[in-house]
């Protein structure tokens, strides 16, 4: 797909944001920068994923961490207290899916690293 200014860019990013989060970026076309309300729907989505894997195993470290980070994103999302981008990485749940979830669940590895990036790349 053609954008205005002739970049190509991904369909899956230009259905999920709304025109004013599109920013323009040399080369690959589209940096899309998520919303806050973007942000929220996928820590909430994460952190309900989480709550039922913890339902199974409720001591798990690795899901109480997350659950720690969740519920900080969440917070400060729904604040507006958001830090600068260099205050927000503290937030490691990412990296961490990727590491412990990817093979086992993916689809929680999906759900955190999306609440990871939603979350470092809200304005």
Not at 22 to 27: A, D, E, I, P, W
Not at 51 to 61: E, N, Y
Not at 68 to 85: F, G, I, R, Y
Not at 92 to 112: H, Q, R, S, W
Request: charged share 20%.
């Amino acid at each position: 797909m053609i954008g205005i200014w002739g970049c190509r860019s991904r369909q899956m990013n230009m259905e999920r944001s709304p025109p004013a989060t599109r920013v323009k970026t040399c080369g690959d076309g589209w940096n899309i920068r998520p919303l806050v309300s973007d942000a929220i729907k996928s820590a909430a989505m994460a952190r309900s994923l989480l709550k039922l894997r913890m339902q199974q195993s409720p001591g798990h470290g690795i899901y109480l961490h997350a659950h720690d980070q969740l519920t900080k994103m969440l917070l400060q999302l729904h604040a507006n207290v958001l830090p600068h981008v260099h205050g927000r990485d503290w937030v490691d749940i990412g990296l961490m899916a990727v590491k412990e979830f990817e093979v086992t669940d993916p689809e929680l590895a999906n759900a955190l690293m999306d609440a990871d990036y939603d979350f470092n790349h809200a304005s």
